[in-house]
């Protein structure tokens, strides 16, 4: 059964209905430039996911941390900590199988049974819940594009938390 926003405690639909939303408009796209079964595929969460011994996201940045961590393709899923602030969702999920938050293993799945051509060598993982995006979107989100396009990153894939 899928949880609604009714099941949401009233502090969380109170923020959520005054909270001011940014309309990006148009929507930015890009038609893909060949066959899914050629691209070279990233990710990018935004469930504040860390490789062990890298530093955490800063839950004391006022508006969110806004900075990204790089999470090579062959590392084990499981291994990474989950370092994300909002306390709006069950963290119980991703605690089981981090999988639900950054999906390489399925993405893996992709590349052998042909569906995708390859995996990229690093994806990105951000936190959720930024209430203050300017620094994220002028100084990070750049640098991660960056980063997936000397990757060679046909496609990139949100998944958001």
Same mark, same amino acid.
């Given at each position: 059964?899928?949880?609604?926003?009714a099941?949401?405690?009233?502090w969380v639909r109170a923020?959520?209905?005054l909270?001011?939303?940014r309309?990006?408009s148009?929507?930015?796209?890009?038609?893909?430039?060949k066959?899914?079964?050629?691209?070279?595929?990233?990710?990018?969460?935004t469930a504040?996911l860390?490789v062990?011994?890298d530093?955490p996201?800063d839950?004391?940045?006022?508006?969110?941390?806004?900075?990204? #961590?790089?999470?090579?393709?062959? /590392? !084990?899923?499981?291994?990474?900590?989950?370092?994300h +602030?909002?306390?709006? %969702?069950d963290?119980?999920?991703?605690?089981?199988?981090r999988?639900l938050a950054?999906?390489l293993? #399925?993405?893996?799945?992709?590349? /052998? !049974?042909?569906?995708?051509?390859a995996?990229?060598p +690093?994806?990105?993982s %951000?936190?959720?819940?930024?209430?203050?995006?300017?620094r994220?979107?002028?100084?990070s989100?750049?640098?991660?594009a960056d980063?997936?396009?000397?990757?060679e990153v046909?496609l990139?894939l949100?998944?958001?938390?």
């Open positions: 059964m899928m949880a609604t926003i099941d949401l405690p009233l923020t959520l209905k909270y001011p939303w309309k990006i148009p929507t930015p796209f890009a038609r893909l430039g066959p899914l079964a050629a691209c070279r595929v990233a990710l990018v969460t504040g860390v062990s011994g530093v996201f839950d004391a940045v006022r508006g969110g941390d806004w900075s990204h #961590r790089v999470i090579p393709a062959n /590392l !084990d899923v499981a291994s990474l900590g989950e370092f +602030r909002s306390s709006s %969702f963290h119980a999920g991703i605690e089981a199988d999988n950054l999906p293993d #399925r993405l893996r799945e992709l590349v /052998l !049974d042909g569906t995708i051509g995996v990229a +690093r994806h990105l %951000f936190m959720g819940s930024i209430t203050a995006p300017a994220l979107v002028q100084r989100a750049p640098e991660a980063l997936l396009v000397s990757d046909d990139a949100l998944v958001p938390v």
